[in-house]
Nanobody, 135 residues
Framework: QVQLVESGGGLVQPGGSLRLSCAPS????????VGWFRQAPGKERELVSC????????YYGDAVKGRFTISRNHAEDTVYLQMNNLKPEDTAIYYC????????????????????????????WGQGIQVTVSS
């Protein structure tokens, strides 16, 4: 079973920035599309962003468009989530995951335009990383 490890979270003031990293454990992440998700206390896990295996296709949830940027470094086999202009409502545990497909139907314009939550096909959920935005 694939396993992903998130890092880079922490406490930041409103308007600040953080960069999250998603690295694989025991497999090559570069082969797959990868998604970032978040879950705030008392709420469902929601879509944040995803990137295709080769990198050119990226999609974002409406709440983070224009503020977050997803990217991947093929040499480092890592996916990043750059988060700028953070708001208190961004406070959540952030997770990365993959459905182990290079071209995932869940990393697409149609899926992001009609869904708010990840499908059960995503696997390899890590323990997540806490992001807290507070003054």
């Amino acid at each position: 079973q694939v396993q992903l490890v998130e890092s880079g979270g922490g406490l930041v003031q409103p308007g600040g920035s953080l960069r999250l990293s998603c690295a694989p454990s025991g497999f090559t992440l570069d082969l797959y599309a990868v998604g970032w998700f978040r879950q705030a206390p008392g709420k469902e896990r929601e879509l944040v962003s995803c990137i295709s295996s080769s990198g050119p296709n990226t999609y974002y949830g409406d709440a983070v468009k224009g503020r977050f940027t997803i990217s991947r470094n093929h040499a480092e086999d890592t996916v990043y989530l750059q988060m700028n202009n953070l708001k208190p409502e961004d406070t959540a545990i952030y997770y990365c995951a993959t459905d182990e497909r290079a071209l995932s139907p869940y990393c697409s314009r149609s899926y992001y335009s009609t869904n708010l939550t990840p499908p059960p096909e995503y696997t390899g959920w890590g323990q997540g990383i806490q992001v807290t935005v507070s003054s």
